[in-house]
């Protein structure tokens, strides 16, 4: 298993934070293993929303089937997806208000199949890259 927790601080009021961390069809702008959605990305977003996308890690690709398992808005997002090779990936993106700004939170953790190995250790440097890089991004946007 590949386990990664990012956090970083950004000028970006909180409102303006979830606005990007929280809305689905924003991701391509930020999230480096986004290869887009491959399903309707719905107006609307509760607990037991399914969507599907494309993930791509060093030319690793996969179709991950979604479910948000947690959803509290403004604070914190988190899907659950599955797929090709018995891939299960958990995703949650947290924004915090902090004196300045505010403050996110990214994790991932990838397993199963062939991540439970030694794959799944050289899977977890690239990862912790890309989420790094990513809530980078999320962070610079204006």
């Known amino acids: 298993m590949a386990t990664v927790s990012v956090g ?13 961390a929280g809305n689905l069809s924003r991701f391509d702008e930020w999230m480096t293993i986004f290869g887009g959605w491959k399903s309707p990305v719905p107006d609307s977003i509760t607990e037991g ?28 997002i988190a899907l659950s997806g599955t797929g090709r090779g018995g891939i299960d990936i958990d995703l949650a993106m947290k924004v915090d208000e902090i004196v300045d700004g505010s403050h996110f939170d990214l994790s991932a953790d990838v397993s199963g ?22 809530i980078s991004n999320l962070a610079a946007i204006r």
């Open 113 to 134: 199949g062939l991540l439970n190995g030694p794959v799944g250790r050289l899977v977890a440097r690239v990862l912790e890259s890309d989420v790094h890089k990513s």
């Open 49 to 76: 929303t399914k969507v599907s996308s494309l993930i791509k890690v060093k030319g690793f690709r996969n179709v991950i089937h979604w479910t948000v398992v947690q959803y509290d808005e403004p604070r914190l």
């Open 8 to 20: 970083i601080d950004s000028d970006l009021d909180p409102g303006a934070a979830w606005a990007l």
